[in-house]
C-alpha cells in the first residue's frame, strides 16, 4: 500500500471517528426526547426493534463465521462464544431502552475507534487497549455532560454501561474485522478454502 494511501484511509478513519463523537455529544438532550417518541408511536415494537437487534447482529457474525468464512479454527468460536457471553452479561442490566441505545452506541464507537488507532499502524493489542481508554475517556466525558442537561442526568451506571460496550465493539472488530484483514494480508490464514 503506497504512503498516500495509508495516509488517506488514516485521515478518513479519523475523521469518521470525529464526526461519530460529535453526533453523539450533539445529540445528548435529544435522544431522550426520540427514544420517548418511538416509543409513543411505536409502542411495543420499537421495544422489540431495541431488544431484537443485536441478537439479529450476534446471529449474523455467527453465520458469517460459520457460512461465509467456513471457519475451522475453534478459536474462533471460542471468541464468538465469549463475546456472546460478555453481550448478554451486559445486558442482563439494561432496563431501559436508552440504555438499550448506549450499548449499541458506545459499540459502534469501540469498533470505529478500534479501526482508526489499527489503520494509524499499532498492534492488535495495544490498537484493542487504546480503543477502551478511548472508551472510558469518552463515555465519561458523555455522562459528565449530562449532569449539565436538564433533560439528562449523570449516572455511574451509564458510563459503565458506555465503557463495557466500547469495549465490547472493539473486541468484536479486533477478534473478526481486524483478523479477517490480517488473513487475507497472509494469504487466508487458517480459512478453509
Known amino acids: 500500500m503506497k504512503f498516500a494511501e495509508i495516509l488517506s484511509e488514516k485521515k478518513t478513519a479519523w475523521s469518521i471517528v470525529l464526526l461519530y463523537i460529535i453526533l453523539i455529544f450533539s445529540t445528548l438532550g435529544d435522544v431522550v426526547v426520540i427514544v420517548e417518541f418511538a416509543e409513543s408511536k411505536l409502542g411495543n415494537i420499537f421495544n422489540i426493534v431495541m431488544n431484537v437487534s443485536p441478537y439479529i447482529f450476534f446471529l449474523g457474525l455467527s453465520l458469517y463465521t460459520i457460512i461465509i468464512r467456513k471457519e475451522r479454527r475453534p478459536a474462533r468460536y471460542v471468541y464468538l462464544i465469549l463475546i456472546l457471553i460478555a453481550f448478554f452479561f451486559l445486558r442482563k442490566y439494561l432496563s431501559y431502552p436508552i440504555e438499550k441505545v448506549h450499548l449499541i452506541e458506545y459499540s459502534i ?15 492488535l493489542l495495544s490498537s484493542f487497549m487504546v480503543a477502551v481508554v478511548a472508551s472510558l475517556v469518552v463515555g465519561s466525558a458523555d455522562e459528565l455532560v449530562q449532569a449539565f442537561i436538564p433533560s ?15 469495549i465490547l465493539g472493539a ?19 487458517g480459512r478453509s478454502r
Do not use: H, M, P, T
Request: aromatic share 18%; proline share 0%.
Open 171 to 189: 473486541a468484536i472488530y479486533a477478534g473478526f474485522v481486524r483478523e479477517d484483514e490480517e488473513d487475507e494480508e497472509e494469504g487466508g490464514g
Open 109 to 123: 464507537f469501540g469498533a470505529l475507534f478500534f479501526w482508526a488507532v489499527s489503520v494509524s499502524g499499532l498492534s
Open 152 to 166: 439528562r442526568y449523570f449516572s455511574i451506571k451509564d458510563l459503565l454501561i458506555n465503557f463495557q460496550s466500547g
